[in-house]
């Protein structure tokens, strides 16, 4: 069974720093892409940072380059979130997600909440 389990959210202030985990198990990290989306109220979804390709790359939104940085840890079948110079419209729940690379099915976590502000 596929289970996404994140966690290292919480409030920050502006300029702070978070690092989030998303522990993944009853997958196979080869034929999935880990990614982080998130949502805030009234938004839709949106990919934050993703690995491509099996994870030889790397996709990020526009809004985070160069504050965040996806990177994993294979040996604990976990990927992580490190998210510097926060912003208060980096608040949303963030999700793990896990994309089989071979049709278009999706596993996701139950999120969890980050917010920012002063």
């Known amino acids: 069974q596929v289970q996404l389990v994140e966690s290292g959210g919480g409030l920050v202030q502006p300029g702070g720093s978070l690092r989030l985990s998303c522990a993944a198990s009853?997958?196979?990290?080869?034929?999935?892409?880990m990614g982080w989306y998130r949502q805030a109220p009234g938004k839709q979804r949106e990919l934050v940072a993703a690995y491509t390709s099996g994870g030889s790359n790397t996709n990020y939104a526009d809004s985070v380059k160069g504050r965040f940085t996806i990177s994993r840890d294979n040996a604990k079948n976990t990927v992580y979130l490190q998210m510097n110079s926060l912003k208060p419209e980096d608040t949303a729940v963030y999700y793990c997600?896990?994309?089989?690379?071979?049709?278009?099915?999706?596993?996701w976590g139950q999120g969890t909440q980050v917010t920012v502000s002063s």
């Open positions: 009853g997958i196979n990290r080869s034929a999935y892409n």
């Open positions: 997600n896990a994309k089989y690379r071979w049709s278009p099915v999706n596993y």
